[in-house]
């Protein structure tokens, strides 16, 4: 069970929000050349669950983030909020059946990456597709998500709508 921010953040709280969401939108871990390590990794986890709690924000105050562009529909995504809950999700899945912290796996999808356009399989026998050059495309089992195209914009229009609603105040 996913839990999200039950309140609205102040003005203060937002944007500090926004400015670690910016940093790690920002990471070189990010960029065309760099490797992917556990740090690309932990970095884009984390980088789930902090757009997960600002996508909450802007429904909460109003403005659902529902953009559907080359966001793929397999019967539970319905559009790039939809699609970011299920990927924040997938990745902190635990097994809590069990009774002692011993016990407690955590239940990791597959996780891959590619930069650029192209296709082809993965290591791990998972089909890709990324359509775009100049785009970084982030897999979670067989859900794909752009940084660019689905990341960063979705940032940018919860950002605006957060913003211009605060100054509303």
Partial sequence: MTVYPSKE???????QHLIVIDHHLHEAAFNR????????????????SLEGDL??????????IDFLDEVGSNGKIQDITSLIYSMRQSVY???????????ITVLVPDLNHFYGAGNGYFPNGL?????????????VGQDRIYFYRHLVR???????YLLATLNEQ
């Fill in 93 to 103: 899945n635990f097994n809590a059946n069990r009774h002692t912290h011993e016990n």
């Fill in 55 to 64: 996508l909450q924000q802007a429904e909460q105050a109003g403005k659902r």
């Fill in 127 to 139: 089909f890709f597709v990324c359509d775009h050059e100049d785009e970084l495309a982030f897999f």
């Fill in 33 to 48: 050349n760099a490797p992917y390590t556990n740090v690309t990794q932990s970095l884009f986890i984390e980088l789930l």
């Fill in 9 to 15: 953040w102040n003005k203060a709280q937002l944007k």
């Fill in 154 to 160: 979705a940032f940018n229009e919860a950002r605006t």
